[in-house]
């Protein structure tokens, strides 16, 4: 337990001071009350990563608020605690490293880069809780990287990796709709961003924040935080055509034409000199098919009348994909279910949202987009919307036991 309370707190580069002032700030008007004064809470601290005392109450549930976990990953005692556990991939690095020698080292570096790249590029077809549990296996190895002897640029290459890890954590939690999970591990990612001064994963941190926050239909802050990403990413990095893309949807979603064609039109600038890169299912590197779908996305949001044939086009596309790309197949095919209501075609509409909300592939945090398209059937008096409505309730019942047993 002492050595996971360590972690977590040097994970996100703070003080015990600082963590101190989180667990505060985590309490509840009537709880913060009955806290101790901050110094008496700082020795506590000490004291419980000493493993010289057990936190009682109401300190498990203030470490979980803070950082966004269960008791059971910070305070069961079924794990040893006087060394880090490790799955086969992390074993083998921490083998190379100690083979050659170096606390740290260009070669663990390296291989640890490859497997933040091999992790981004199964986001694609990898249930997002199934993935969570890899992700976490190695950011707890960069923890026990972090502290090493190490040169400069190597502490830094180090901190990227870790914001990667991060950024891809908190994108399967929005996905699992674990929100405050999700805002505990973007703020990590920014922070460790921002140590690294590599600003391409703080950009991501916001577009990442702003497809959140689509999710929920919050438009307005949606497109703040898209602009903000926007502003920060390098010049055609592929965060900042993807915030530039986020933006057209946004747009679409507040039913402005002229600004949602406008952002078209800028990423079709950006991306017509690229060329497709070697992993082009890598969630963080932008290639032109995904290009595709966002513009298919984009146009049946806005109810264009060209998004029937172009989401068409882009559904064909995906399903002969290699390798085949479930979960922007799936989403294709809600973007044609949404533009085929708006050509008044309801029943070829119907059979495409059961067949996403069958896949097996769609993440809770799409589950309203398959809404959206049941609920304008029902209005419209479609024979089979009441089965389509069932369809749904299971598929956010199994969704929601999916996110309850994490």
Known sequence: MAV?????????????????????????????????????????????????????????????RVFGTNGSALFSDDDDDTSIQLDEETEALELAR???ASDVGGETLDRLEEIVDNLATAYQGTPPAELL?????????????????????????????GGWLSLLASTCHIDLRQFEAAATWLRTATQLARHAEHPEIEAWCLETEAWQAVTTADYRRA??????????????????????????????????????????????????????????????????SKS???????????????????????????????PFRPRRAVSARLDLALA???????????????????????VPSNHWRANEVITTLETRGLPEAPDLREAYRALSSLGADDVRRR
Request: charged content about 25%; some cysteine.
């Open 4 to 64: 996971r309370l360590r972690a977590g707190r040097r994970g996100k580069l703070w003080t015990q001071r600082d963590l101190a002032r989180e667990l505060a700030n985590a309490a509840d008007p009537r709880t913060r009350a009955r806290l101790p004064e901050r110094e008496s809470l700082i020795r506590m601290i000490k004291n419980w990563e000493a493993g010289k005392h057990r936190p009682k109450d109401p300190y498990p549930v203030l470490y979980c």
């Open 292 to 322: 595709e779908a966002y513009v298919a996305t984009t146009l049946s949001w806005l109810g264009d009348p060209a998004a029937v044939p172009y989401a068409r086009q882009v559904v064909a596309r995906m399903e002969a994909d290699v």
């Open 340 to 362: 085929l209501l708006a050509a008044d075609q309801p029943d070829e509409a119907g059979r495409l949202v059961l067949e996403a909300m069958t896949s097996g592939v769609l």
């Open 98 to 100: 100690r083979v050659a």
């Open 133 to 161: 549990g890899r992700i976490r296996q190695h950011l707890t190895y960069v923890l026990h990287l972090v502290e090493a002897k190490k040169t400069f640029v190597e502490h830094r290459r180090l901190l990227a990796a």
């Open 223 to 288: 497109l703040t935080l898209t602009r903000g990403a926007q502003a920060l990413a390098p010049r055609k990095s592929s965060a900042f055509i993807q915030a530039t893309a986020q933006e057209g949807r946004i747009w679409a979603r507040l039913g402005s034409g002229p600004e949602t064609r406008d952002a078209l039109n800028r990423v079709a600038q950006l991306v017509s000199p690229l060329s497709m890169p070697d992993r082009p299912e890598h969630h963080y590197r932008y290639d032109p």
